[in-house]
């Protein structure tokens, strides 16, 4: 049992827990050895002593440190101790990009770009180390308090292996690409896919497809074309529908190609808000 004042791997105090999950709870910590301040997220026991969860925390630790970029939890340590497997992070004190939505209701234009423009430059960077993240969603997204956004949670993430991957793990199916959702390759397009629904929820304060059970909700992302966010709320410009709509084409060939694209289109969004550029 994990208790306030227990050190880890001889310079990681645990001084108060801050995070809550599913397969992990996150408590802040003290580094002795450095002197600076920092989070932990420690594998509840009951997954610790089933190898494929133990894999992929591991797998987390080690896809996450590759990646340096200011959009990224930077991952500082891993370790095991006592039968506790621990990853070190940086601390963000912030809110999950859930927690923003949630509170706000839905989020102004120019904001919802923001935070989408700083998402898409981490992914850019993780797609630039052949890694594809495939759970992105706003719980898997910090705002710190100075505004900076940062993505979080690469447990299920895969590196590219020619290019291309098939993965039996699904992300969370709110998001979930068409191609992830049917079990076929994903690639660099379905983190696109999955970040424009994430769009759409940030602009208009719900998912686009729902239902009462999982089996449903994927069927709509395979099978049913994305709403009109304008539909919902009628002052989104029409250049930002359509890169939503990109986003979340079914067929990954009709998405945007690569972040910088997207990019692109997001940062041209914010000087020409109401004209129709996106191709």
Do not use: W
Not at 164 to 170: K, L, R
Not at 187 to 202: N, P, T, W
Request: proline share 3%.
């Amino acid at each position: 049992m994990i208790k306030i004042g227990m050190i880890l791997g001889g310079r990681y105090e645990i001084l108060k827990k801050i995070g809550i999950g599913g397969m992990s709870d996150v408590y802040k910590v003290k580094d002795l050895k450095l002197n600076r301040l920092g989070a932990v997220k420690i594998l509840k026991q009951e997954f610790s002593i089933n190898a494929d969860f133990v894999s992929k925390f591991r797998t987390e630790a080690q896809v996450a440190a590759g990646i340096m970029h200011s959009n990224i939890i930077d991952v500082y340590d891993a370790g095991e101790e006592g039968g506790f497997y621990y990853i070190v992070m940086e601390l963000v004190e912030g809110l999950t990009l859930k927690n923003y939505i949630e509170r706000k209701g839905r989020l102004y234009v120019k904001e919802a770009v923001s935070i989408a423009v700083q998402v898409s430059m981490g992914l850019e960077a993780a797609h630039n180390n052949h890694i594809i993240h495939q759970d992105i969603k706003p719980q898997n997204i910090i705002i710190s308090k100075g505004g900076t956004v940062k993505i979080m949670d690469f447990g299920i993430a895969k590196m590219v292996t020619g290019n291309m991957i098939t993965s039996n793990v699904m992300g969370s199916v709110y998001y979930i690409s068409p191609e992830q959702a049917s079990g076929g390759r994903s690639d660099e397009r379905s983190d696109i896919y999955s970040l424009g629904v994430m769009f759409f929820e940030m602009l208009t304060g719900r998912v686009p497809f729902n239902g009462d059970i999982t089996v449903d909700i994927a069927i709509k992302h395979i099978r049913e074309k994305i709403p009109s966010p304008r539909k919902e709320v009628p002052e989104i410009p029409v250049s930002v529908e359509q890169i939503i709509c990109k986003c979340c084409q079914k067929s990954p060939n009709r998405r945007y190609q690569s972040m910088q694209e997207l990019i692109m289109d997001l940062k041209q969004s914010l000087v020409s808000l109401d004209e129709d550029f996106v191709k």
